[in-house]
Each structure stands twice: as structure tokens, then as C-alpha cells.
């Protein structure tokens, strides 16, 4: 089976918890890894870490799909509202395909991408304000970390600029198959964010009413190891990166029992007044323009 729905973004705003609901439907199958990334053909390095190399190694994601059983199979690569050329890619895989857009604060956003790049490895300055004065400088290829595979996720402010992405989003995908939703609802309201998620797609309510959080902030228990996974040295690079390749596709139970005691909750850095001042003033136009596309009261982004 194809795809025919793609969590399509924003980053870091509640994609994985809709994700993991929806994968635990009956009639749901979700492609593992949740973001494989092939579709952003713009972002050449992101799909290699997952060794989809074609379309036949992409499909394969899907090939445990039923189509007795699933009438919805998806994948959500939450860099693909941003890309240039996912969504018309998605959509010449399978043009009747459904998209869910997923938004909030973008200061949140770009605060929270910043933490979740340090943990990734992909971003090695500590601090968001010093990473958000360094953009400019990274566009032209410079200060970037030796072990990022995607400079473009240094970016923090163009990721959260909203509106350019939902207009280029709207012209290419008819409204049948959109729906946008804000992580405000998703938090206020869950079971009703979720039933009008199923609606959209076209299923009956399977009955759930735990919902539980995912994908919180967090940072690693050890640094080291850390390091020597994420961001291993020359000479082990390539094994490590096959190596996890492997576990990723082939998933052990154990996995993920690791991967828990090896992560720890952890809150954001606070940001100074100064400096939200300025992530606001640097925001409020496009939060403006993205107010007025989605047709949705975004007084509470507009405050600090």
C-alpha cells in the first residue's frame, strides 16, 4: 500500500503525540520510522541516516500495511511543510493523500528545536540566544558542527515563519485533503482534537481516553555515550550510522527500553525578556499572515 496521510509539520508541535495516537488505531498504519524524510529531496543527507536510497526502499516502509485492515498509512516528517518539494512529492505518490499541519507559538517552536538539535547532535552552542545570533553566519556554511547532517535546522527563525509555508502549502493541496491543527487545542482538548483528527480522516472513534505525553523535553543521562552515538568519530561513523540504520528498521523490543534509561526529562533554558522581545518582534507580522490564512484567533502568540 501507499501512503495516504503525512503529518507534514510544523516541528516541536505536537506532531509525535498525534502520531502515536493515531498509529494505535486499528484501522491506522504508521511507517516506522515516523520521519523518514524521503520526500524533502531538498534535504539530500536527512534520508540517508534511514538508507532509503529509491521509491521501492521508501514503499517498503509501508509493505506491513493491510489493506484488509488499514484504511489510513502514514508517515509524519515534520520537516516537510518547510521543504520545498515533500508535498508535491507526496501527492505524486498518491494524489488523494491527506495532510495534517500542525502549529504553535513559533517562539516556543524555535526554542524548542533548539533544545531537541542539541540533543540530536545536530547543534553544539548551548545557548538558544547565542544559536539564534549565529544564523546569518551559518547560511553562508560557517560555524557549523562537524556532526550536523542538515544545516538547515540551524535556521530556528525561518522554521517558525509560518505563513510562506502554509501559502505554498494551500496552492498545491485542495482543501478536502488539509486540515491544520494548533498544539493549544491538542493540549486543552485532546479527546476532541482527536476525534475531529479521526473525522478528517475518515474513521470511527476506537474509544480512547488516555492520552498519554509524548515526545517531552529532554536531554541525555551521559554525555559520552551520547557522543559516541550521535556523534561518533571518523572512523566508527559509518558503522555507527549503519548500525543504527539497522535497529531503527528492524526495531527490538529492547530499543527503546535503552533508549528511556538513557534520556532524562529536562526543561528548556529560560529566555530573557530582552530576548522574547525581540523573538516577538521578529514573529508578529507572520503570525499575522498566518492568523489570517488559518482563519484562527492567535491573540495569545501576539503576548510574551
Known sequence: MKPNLFIIGAPKCGTSALAHYLSEHPKVFFSNPKEPFYLSTDYPHLKEQHFLSNDSDYLKLFSHADQRIHSVVGEGSTNYLRSQTAVKNALEINPQAKFIVMLRNPISVSHAFHMEQIFARNEDVVSFEEAWLLQNVRKTGQKIPNACRAPEFLQYGEIALFAEQIERFFEVVPEAQRIILLQDDLQKDTLGTYKKTLKFLDLNYDGRTVFPRVNGSHSHRSE??????LSPPKLLRAPMFFLRGVLRQTKPTYIEWIKSKLRKKSNRQELSVSFKEDLLTYFLSD???????????????KKL
Open 224 to 229: 559520552f555515550i551520547a557522543n559516541l552515538v
Open 287 to 301: 503570525i499575522k499572515r498566518t492568523e489570517a490564512l488559518i482563519e484562527r484567533d492567535l491573540t495569545d502568540w
